[in-house]
């Protein structure tokens, strides 16, 4: 029999442990899996004094994937640039295997449109992927203080720029052998100002040229921030440098009601480790109470399934899970009692709002029910 494949698990911080512990629980109903858990984060800043060691980075690096719960709280928050900070995890985690690309898909469940802040008719239909390159930019630049004076700096190279618009035009090839749709990329920049969105604009389009059969637009990044909430159904695939498509993956992520609902990727070479969390932080104020949403890393470990390990069968069976759970009412705290929606046409069973606990029991329970 094949070896179980190796996961190195990362709880964190805050409610990490718990929403990791339920991920498993999903996990284990599906198969065997070898598990490593590690600390990185602020929970590795008490221990070793950083955030992220040399051990755990190379235990990530020799694994089949990597699932992380969040990390950070106002415990480690601190304005000295000297100080170890948790985030400090996360970007070396990032650098040192390798993960250029960052995948957030943004699709509301119908059970959830009454979740939204935007209006039913607004987000209804959307079904987008945001790609941010995650090893490049801003958080990555030199920086620098003096006296009161600060600096940070952006910087790309067109090879940066190239590999993670490939990855974007593939992602919308693939999405529309699904929908039937002709697929688009819209790449974000703000070229009207940055050199570097200069170069943004100048590599996608020319990377463009090898995807005829893809639409491509550009959109400045203020007016995207305005578009993803007025006609969020009409983008397929976004792309977007790290700073810019850290905040529009954010912003998209409110469209599903809740940041609790949302999944990512981060990806590198063929072949190599991702690492997969939720989007969300670490709420620390919920840590420990039982109530901690845990469905955006339990579909992260789907998106570890179908990217990372292979199996994709097993994906699909853990996302029609959580979309029957939703279907049946249940709701944890941050997704119940949404804005006010008219009466529903047909008969839909009443919400039900419950802990992490119950939550992951039936989405196990849906999971073995088939």
């Known amino acids: 029999m094949p070896d179980a494949p190796k996961i190195v698990v990362l709880p964190g911080d ?5 929403i990791v512990a339920a991920a498993r629980e999903v996990l284990d109903t599906l198969g065997e899996f070898a598990y490593d858990e590690r600390l990185m984060g602020g929970c590795s800043i008490d221990a070793n004094g950083v955030a992220l060691t040399d051990e755990v980075l190379d235990a990530c690096k020799a694994a089949d994937a990597v699932l992380l719960g969040a990390v950070g709280g106002p415990k480690w928050d ?24 960052n995948l957030r898909p943004v699709r509301p469940s119908p059970a959830l449109m009454g979740a939204s802040p935007l209006r039913e008719d607004r987000i209804s239909g959307t079904d987008l992927l945001v790609v941010r390159e995650l090893t490049g930019g801003i958080y990555f630049g030199k920086s620098g203080r003096d006296g009161d004076a600060a600096f940070d700096t952006c910087e790309y190279d067109a090879a940066e720029i190239d590999r993670i618009a490939r990855i974007a035009f593939e992602a919308a090839r693939r999405r529309a052998e699904s929908s039937g749709a002709r697929p688009k990329v819209t790449s974000i920049d703000k070229a009207n100002v940055m050199e570097t969105s200069r170069l943004w604009r100048e590599v996608v389009t020319r990377v463009a040229a090898d995807y005829d059969d893809v639409a491509l637009d550009h959109l400045l990044v203020d007016n995207a921030a305005m578009q993803l909430v007025s006609r969020p159904a009409d983008f397929d695939v976004i792309v977007a440098e790290n700073l ?3 905040i529009l993956s ?27 969390e939720p989007v969300h932080g670490s709420a620390p104020d919920i840590a420990g109470q039982g109530s901690a949403n845990p469905l955006a890393t339990i579909l992260s470990a789907a998106m570890m399934l179908r990217h990372g ?30 804005p006010a929606a008219p009466p529903p046409m047909v008969d839909v ?8 606990a119950e939550m992951t029991a039936a989405v196990i329970e849906a999971l073995v029910r088939g």
């Open 250 to 276: 954010d912003e998209a992520a409110m469209l599903t009601g809740s940041l609790g609902m949302l999944p990512s990727a981060s990806l590198g070479a063929a072949g190599a480790p991702g690492v997969f």
């Open 244 to 246: 810019f498509g850290d």
């Open 309 to 338: 390990l292979n199996m994709p069968d097993e994906a699909t069976r853990i996302e029609a899970a959580v979309d029957a759970v939703l279907e049946d009412g249940l709701r944890t705290p941050d997704l119940a009692g949404g």
């Open 349 to 356: 069973p009443p919400e039900v709002e419950v802990g992490t």
């Open 14 to 18: 805050g409610i990490g442990p718990e």
């Open 78 to 101: 601190t304005t000295n640039p000297d100080d170890p900070r948790p985030e400090q995890g996360l970007l070396g985690l990032r650098k040192g295997m390798g993960l250029y690309a």
